[in-house]
């Protein structure tokens, strides 16, 4: 299943995401799609697992005032479109 921006906003805004940044305190957020994964502790993992690292695929919100990035897990949106779409 794909996600749109349309599904990231509306669940940032349903699960009560704080819309003002933690940084520079203003609401102008922009939503990245462009596939980001967050690596678990690479270093240790690429040679645990070679080839095969674990890792969390992440969409990504940028403040448009002060380029604050969050990154909110993609399963975690999924299962809450599934739950609610
Ligand atoms: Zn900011």
Redesign the pocket.
């Known amino acids: 299943m794909n996600l749109s921006k349309e599904d990231v906003s509306a669940f940032l805004n349903a699960v009560g995401v704080i819309a003002e940044?933690p940084?520079?305190r203003?609401n102008s957020w922009a939503i990245g799609l462009d596939k980001v994964m967050l690596l678990a502790k690479p270093e240790l993992i690429y040679e645990e697992f070679p080839g095969d690292p674990k890792h969390y695929e992440t969409v990504v919100v940028i403040?448009d005032?002060?380029?604050?990035v969050r990154n909110h897990l993609k399963d975690v949106i999924l299962e809450w479109k599934q739950k609610n779409g």
Do not use: E, V
């Open positions: 940044c940084s520079c203003k403040c005032n002060c380029g604050y």
